[in-house]
């Protein structure tokens, strides 16, 4: 069984340039995770979906940041306009549903703002 | 807010030595899970504790969930060079909130 698919694995851009990040998780899993991971940092959640629904999106920038999971399947996180110090790791994961499943995580997106 | 906190954030060890980290949060967790990061790598899950005063052993990994709910170990004997990498808690709270992880503890092992 596939793992939890995350796209591109490394982007490079200038900042203010808007950037997206795709994830697809494993199928069944209806719960979601966007987390940003900084260097010597762990995880730190951005957004969970439940199905298509955004359960907790309180630490999510929603002046630059925004995600969508339309059919309760895929999701994209964007970023515009990109700041130096969105630079780090973003990791998609995913669980069956509820927020207390072992979490599955995918290899994540390396973002480089210059 | 929930804080989750690790010590110690790095570790060295020669192989064969035992490696301990610990996790505090300031306030009663539902759960505590561990995940395990390889360099370069991403989380991987490791175990999930729940009951008070818990304990589960993993070949030589020892997992304790604290009688309070508030503080977890994990503790590894006789360490390998396969055990390198950053050891994450992350702790669970009312029903409906999200998992809150720790910085982490980096564990390096010497031959």
């Known amino acids: 069984e596939a793992g939890v698919v995350q796209s591109p694995r490394y982007k490079i851009i200038e900042k203010k340039q808007p950037v997206a990040f795709w994830c697809n998780p494993i199928?069944?899993?209806?719960?979601l995770y966007w987390y940003l991971q900084n260097l010597g940092q762990g995880p730190e959640l951005l957004i969970r979906?439940?199905?298509?629904?955004?359960?907790?999106d309180s630490q999510l920038p929603k002046d630059r940041f925004s995600a969508e999971r339309l059919k309760g399947v895929d999701s994209t996180l964007k970023i515009q306009p990109a700041e130096l110090g969105d630079s780090a790791v973003y990791l998609c994961?995913?669980?069956?549903?509820?927020?207390?499943?072992?979490?599955?995580f995918g290899p994540g997106t390396r973002l480089t703002v210059l | 807010g929930q804080q989750v906190m690790q010590i110690p954030q790095y570790q060295h060890v020669q192989e064969g030595e035992d490696f301990t980290t610990y996790c505090n949060s300031s306030?009663?967790?539902?759960?505590i899970q561990w995940y395990k990061q390889r360099p370069g790598g991403h989380p991987v899950f490791l175990i999930q504790?729940?009951?008070?005063?818990e304990v589960k052993k993993q070949k030589r990994l020892t997992f304790q969930f604290g009688e309070a709910k508030k503080n977890s170990s994990l503790h590894i004997t006789a360490t390998q060079t396969t055990d390198v990498g950053t050891y994450f808690c992350?702790?669970?709270?009312?029903?409906?909130?999200?998992?809150?992880f720790g910085k982490g503890t980096t564990l390096s092992v010497s031959s």
């Open positions: 992350a702790g669970g709270g009312q029903a409906g909130t999200a998992l809150i």
């Open positions: 994961a995913s669980s069956l549903s509820g927020d207390d499943n072992e979490q599955f």
């Open positions: 504790l729940v009951k008070s005063g």
């Open positions: 306030t009663t967790l539902s759960n």
């Open positions: 199928s069944g899993h209806n719960t």
């Open positions: 979906y439940e199905n298509e629904e955004a359960v907790d």
